[in-house]
Every structure is written in structure tokens, then in C-alpha cells.
């Protein structure tokens, strides 16, 4: 798992070297591999599916704009990308006027309808509730423990990528993130999900 995770590290660093040299296949290939884990990243945040996707479409043509000033010297395009994700969510909530990540609304009508001839209904309902329960445990969470949450079990960052964005010892997030796991799995059993 360990191997998995460095060699996908090494692969996103040479596609964007590969980017940055003009390559469109290296673009659209990060893409492909980044873009199921930004769109978790926004809809754990937001809560809407329209919104995660703008969002997520709003952090790609970042990428695209900013990857020049990537410095492969500097640190890993991992980290640098996944700071560049963080600011796109910052900015939009500076620009909500500090609306808070748990007072969101889903306002996804969408998923609320099911239609009665679909076979897989039952699971869906099932599927939904359980996702209900799940974002409301989330929303129950502090800010700082939201992001937590996302950077190390949706974007699935490493302690030390963290620690680098965060500015904090890797220690203390290690700590953080069991106490995290604890309060989710206290949680779940009270939920009964």
C-alpha cells in the first residue's frame, strides 16, 4: 500500500513536470486521477452536488492556470496541489461571508427523488439514509476537524503533507487524527448506522 501510494506520488510529479512542458495528455491524465478525490474533498465541505462540481471544475482550471509557478525543488506537486484545492475552498467561503461548513444546506433536490419502477430503490433509500447520518456526524465536527477528516481520509494525505500544509508537528497530528477516528466510531454506534 505503501509502494502504491509513492508511486502514485511520483507519477502525479512527472505528469505535471509534463504539464508544465505543455503536454496535454499529462494534463488530462491528472485529471483522471485527481479529479474523483477533489469533487470528495468539495462535496464533504459543501454538501451539494452542484456545487462540489463547480468548485472542483473551479480547482482544475486553477491547476491549469497556476502550474507554472509549481516548483518540483520545493516540495512535492501532491502537497502544492492539494494547497492550491484548500485556498479555492477558503476563497469561497470568504466569499459567502464566513458562512460556517456545518451550517450548509444540501439544497440537492436531486437525491431526494427516487423513481418507483427503479429496481435498486430500497438500496438507494438505504444508501441515503446512511450518507444522512454520515453528513451529519461530519457537520457535527469543528472546522479544524472537518478539514482534518478531509485531508487525511478523502484526499489521503500523508501525516507528514499535512503537517507541511498545516504548519503543525506531525505528532500532534497523529494524535489528532486518533481522537478523530474515535469520535467518528463513538458517534456511528450512537447513530447506528
Known sequence: MLEDFLTSKSELNRL?????NGQERAASSLYQ??????????????????????????????????????DPKKGDFVVWFW?????????????????????????????????????KQSYKLEAKEEETKIKKILGSFTKEEQELFEL????????????GMLKRNEGALRVSVNRLRKKINERIKHEKI
Not at 47 to 63: C, G, M, R, V, Y
Not at 86 to 104: E, G, P
Not at 152 to 163: C, G, N, P, Q, T
Open 152 to 163: 487525511r481520509f478523502v484526499a489521503e494525505l500523508s501525516y507528514k503533507e499535512i503537517a
Open 16 to 20: 505535471a513536470q509534463a504539464m508544465q
Open 83 to 119: 494547497q492550491l484545492a484548500r485556498n479555492t475552498l477558503i476563497d469561497h467561503y470568504r466569499k459567502q461571508k464566513d458562512v460556517n461548513f456545518a451550517d450548509l444546506e444540501s439544497g440537492d433536490n436531486e437525491n431526494k427523488i427516487y423513481e418507483v419502477a427503479d429496481p
Open 33 to 70: 486521477k485527481l479529479m474523483p478525490k477533489v469533487y470528495g474533498f468539495c462535496m464533504t465541505r459543501v454538501q451539494n452536488k452542484f456545487l462540489a462540481e463547480d468548485l472542483t471544475q473551479d480547482i482544475f482550471l486553477k491547476l491549469v492556470g497556476r502550474i507554472e509557478i509549481y
